[in-house]
């Protein structure tokens, strides 16, 4: 740069024409650096730290999602992955979380440190801000940044009084969640297997003293069900609407399996397997069932739920 200023007097009073020109061209080309910094500051600020350092993982639960009384089926076309090489590679997947097998409530997770509100905002549902149209950029590779468009926007509109009422649990043993949680944890962390992946997404360097982690909204905290048969959280209800229904009660019921979803040719039954063993097969985490309403579900909704879970089944990829 000395010798380019000296040869072309970039810094004299008395510039000629091609001087003139350089100044010019060394002024462009800084705007655009100081610009592409600042708008990959404002990504990096923006993405989640599951998004912006990606850690390859793979597990699976089992979700019902019931928004005004109409279960939505995640075995329909519109949330499906196509099933190719990248579903079932070892390696980081193009999406963070994906349904297949064309197989209703079975979710992949193939990113670490994924969270709920990062899985519904793939799917259209965007309850933690960040970029529109997007889950984040990743900073894995640099200096290239990609983006991290979401699946589409395929679940149904929320009706604007709805309130979050989240469940885990089985046909024999449920409780009542706080929905706050399953929005902002690691889905792992949110169903007790914290130690399922040990690999961590935080990000390293200048980039993460400078600029903080992005997370989901934070809504109203919310007292916490202690584990065992205890009182349970209070729902939370969608942003801008406030909780003043009564607390309600843990549930431990016995139920007989109901009707389930027919699997896919791409799929196979676990055959002589125990539950046990397909659910180590699937690394199955738990289940989760999520009514987006006005008002409580009663006992029977939930349980109804709950004894209608797919059978874990033998996929396309092995699980």
């Known amino acids: 740069m000395e010798a380019l200023s000296k040869k072309f007097n970039l810094f004299g009073k008395h510039p000629d024409r091609t001087t003139l020109i350089l100044r010019w061209v060394v002024a462009v080309v800084l705007v655009g650096l100081a610009v592409a910094a600042v708008l990959a500051g404002i990504a990096h600020a923006m993405s989640p730290a599951a998004i912006r350092a990606p850690k390859s993982t793979h597990y699976h639960f089992r979700m019902q999602l019931i928004n005004d009384g109409q279960p939505v089926n995640f075995g329909d076309k519109a949330f499906q992955t196509p099933l190719n090489h990248d579903v079932c590679s070892a390696k980081l997947t193009k999406e963070p979380v994906h349904f297949h097998d064309r197989v209703d409530q079975f979710v992949h997770v193939h990113w670490d440190h994924v969270t709920g509100a990062l899985l519904l905002k793939n799917y259209g549902w965007n309850l933690s801000g960040g970029l529109p149209g997007s889950l984040g950029y990743r900073f894995d590779k640099l200096p290239g940044v990609t983006n991290v468009p979401v ?48 690999s961590s997404a935080s990000s390293t360097g200048l980039w993460s003293w400078l600029v903080p982690a992005a997370s989901a909204t934070s809504f109203p905290e919310e007292t916490q069900a202690p584990p065992g048969p205890a009182k349970s959280t209070q729902p939370t209800p969608a942003p801008g609407k406030s909780s003043n229904s009564p607390t309600p009660r843990p549930h431990n019921h016995s139920g007989t399996q109901g009707q389930t979803p027919s699997p896919s040719p791409a799929s196979q039954a676990g055959g002589g397997q125990s539950q046990e063993e397909l659910a180590k097969i699937n690394r199955l985490v738990g289940n989760v069932v999520i009514f987006v309403q006005k008002d409580r579900p009663s006992d029977q909704a939930v349980k109804k739920r709950f004894t209608n879970l797919v059978p874990m089944l033998l996929s396309a990829c092995g699980g």
């Open 151 to 198: 699946h589409g926007k395929v679940l149904p509109q929320a009706p604007q009084d709805a309130r979050y009422y989240i469940y885990t649990g089985d046909d024999s043993s449920y409780r009542e969640r706080d929905w706050n949680k399953f929005l902002n944890e690691d889905l792992n962390v949110f169903f007790g297997h914290p130690k399922v992946t040990a």
